[in-house]
């Protein structure tokens, strides 16, 4: 099989589908890997530790497009891409199909089949969109503690406080993989870390789990403005799957906390569970309201496209291995797979995706 690695070109997009290891693991199958130049540049990765695993390096995309069976990215298909996409052709990369009619249609149009990270299941789980929660909850409190910096419209509060100072406060809302992760963190930095969570079975895995400078509340409306009163930096990590994030934090409540406190709305791709938050980008993450930081940028980890890549490409390996040994029928066998495949001979085979789109 012939893969091809085209560098991704959505704003701000600096990760890469394949590792140079993935490239010699490829080679020793058999398979032919095509990088396009530079495509790993963004995360650290020269053309030369493709080239020595024994990738051909490529000029432009368009070729990638135009020899490879399987083309592994990271994005979903930005427009100026859909031309090059050939009948027949694997994609495996992140779609995002419900916030996309135009491009669903493209890819159907072009009897692409497409197999995506934010659908392969296995065990409940989504394993592809796991490593980027936690890089993402780990952001939080570092771009928090970052913008509680008095330059920045912060409090001017460390994290940990200081010899004889409290330590700062910081509510996580939703106690998943994102908030998991951000507790680690704050609670690692020092801060006194509040979690709120509606599942009390998670509530009590995380008490076992967690530091004693963790507090773990139910989450409701009550207890929420409570803990938002002496609060400096909140995260905002809910998700209720297949819906838009719930409204928790509302533009009345920015009033109970003091100017200064930053947002970090890490629910923002799905909507955001703060009332007040709209998109931003790495280039522009900030802004204020009612004297309230807001950070809410919705591809946080593109931030460490190093980090996130080696983590995302560890976890998509074993499936792109998978792929490129049985082609698409490696779905019959791999129920996670199965789960992925959206997009098959112009026809939706995901059932979910087609509820997005009726029939
Ligand atoms: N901005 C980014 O770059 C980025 C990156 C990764 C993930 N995310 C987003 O972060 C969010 C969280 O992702 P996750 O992987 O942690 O999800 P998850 O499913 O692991 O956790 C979500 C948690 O929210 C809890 N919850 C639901 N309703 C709640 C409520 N009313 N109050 C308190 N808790 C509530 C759930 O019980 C669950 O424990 C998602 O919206 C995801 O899309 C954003």
Do not use: W
């Amino acid at each position: 099989m012939i893969i091809g690695v085209p560098k991704e070109i959505k704003e701000e997009e600096y990760r890469v589908g394949l590792l140079p290891h993935g490239v010699s693991i490829l080679r020793e199958k058999g398979h032919s890997i095509l990088v396009e130049k530079g495509a790993g540049e963004g995360a650290g990765i020269k053309d030369r530790e493709y080239t020595e695993k024994g990738a051909e390096i490529v000029s432009s995309s368009k070729e990638i497009f135009q020899r490879a069976d399987l083309v592994v990215k990271v994005k979903e298909p930005q427009p100026s891409e859909y031309n090059l996409l050939q009948e027949g052709q694997i994609l495996f990369t992140y779609f995002h199909f419900a916030s996309s009619r135009a491009m669903t249609e493209v890819l159907l149009e072009r009897k692409i089949t497409a197999v995506a990270y934010e659908m392969v299941e296995e065990n409940g789980s989504l394993p592809l969109l796991l490593p980027m929660s936690e890089i993402a909850g780990r952001l939080g409190p570092q771009e928090g503690a970052k913008y509680l910096e008095k330059e920045y419209g912060g409090k001017g509060v460390l994290l940990s406080g200081a010899t004889g100072v409290s330590p700062a406060r910081v509510v996580v809302i939703g106690g998943g993989t994102v908030g998991l992760n951000s507790a680690i963190i704050s609670s690692g930095m020092g801060a006194e870390v509040y979690i709120l969570d509606i599942n009390l079975d998670r509530l009590r895995y995380l008490r076992n789990i967690l530091p004693s400078n963790v507090k773990l509340l139910y989450s409701n409306s009550e207890n929420l403005r409570k803990v938002l009163k002496e609060a400096d930096l909140v995260i905002g990590a809910v998700l209720i799957p297949g819906t838009k994030a719930p409204i928790l934090l509302t533009e009345e409540d920015l009033r109970i906390m003091e100017k200064g406190t930053v947002l970090v709305d890490v629910s923002i791709d799905q909507g955001g569970c703060f009332q007040t938050s709209r998109p931003t980008t790495h280039k522009n993450p900030v802004y204020l309201k009612n004297g309230i930081v807001h950070y809410c940028v919705a591809n946080i980890p593109s931030a460490v496209a190093k980090t996130s890549t080696y983590a995302l490409c560890y976890a998509t390996f074993p499936y792109l291995l998978s792929l490129t040994e049985k082609g698409i029928k490696a779905q019959e066998e791999n129920s996670a797979l199965k789960k992925g495949l959206c997009l098959h001979k112009g026809k939706i085979t995901n059932r979910i995706i087609s509820r997005v789109f009726g029939d």
